[in-house]
């Protein structure tokens, strides 16, 4: 977990850059690359975008991505004195920081965000990603992993939030019902 640290010049705060939605890779190299050149690691200590990886099943491949949890938004954690501000904004990509009034004050996030939006970040590092999906009840599948490998089934509940389907297995000629998780089946 990220920790909050202290510098000649106070505090450091977690702020939020505003980036061109789908550049939000490019503007944090840029971000990093300008502090490095101009030796400002002192003031900024961290660049992070907020990613979780989604899992899809195609053509029975697993397939991972990873996508931004807050599309077009950089958070950054430094001390903002002096060109600091005007050299992020001047980055090739951003369009600002995230305040109350359009071209104010960067305004730093509550400790209580911060932490929320860093346990969430933690937690999907650690988690296997959410798996995208699709399933329907009624839906025909075929179980690609696990004990029932090799069998089919008709879906007859999809739990999002445990990310696993029920569906009812014909096991020697009697329907059996199965609870998997979404990367243990295919569509047929």
Known sequence: MAEVTKTDSGTKK?????????QEKKVKQYIE?????LKLNDHVSQ??????KIIQIR???????????????????ATLVGEIPHVIK???????FLGETKGGEPVPMRLSEVNRILGKVDELTESEGTVATNYTVGESVKVINGPFNGF?????????????????????GRKTPVE??????EKE
């Open 33 to 37: 690359m300008e502090i490095t050149r």
């Open 14 to 22: 977690w702020y939020v850059v505003r980036a061109i939605s789908g």
């Open 90 to 96: 001047n980055i090739t990509g951003v369009i600002g």
């Open 59 to 77: 053509n029975g491949k697993k397939t991972t991505k990873e996508r931004s949890f807050y599309p077009g938004y950089v958070l950054i954690e």
């Open 180 to 185: 998997l998780n979404f990367g243990e089946v």
């Open 152 to 172: 089919n089934g008709i879906i007859e509940e999809v739990m999002e939030d445990k990310k696993k389907i029920k569906v009812t297995v014909k096991i020697f």
């Open 47 to 52: 660049v992070l975008i907020p990613t979780e």
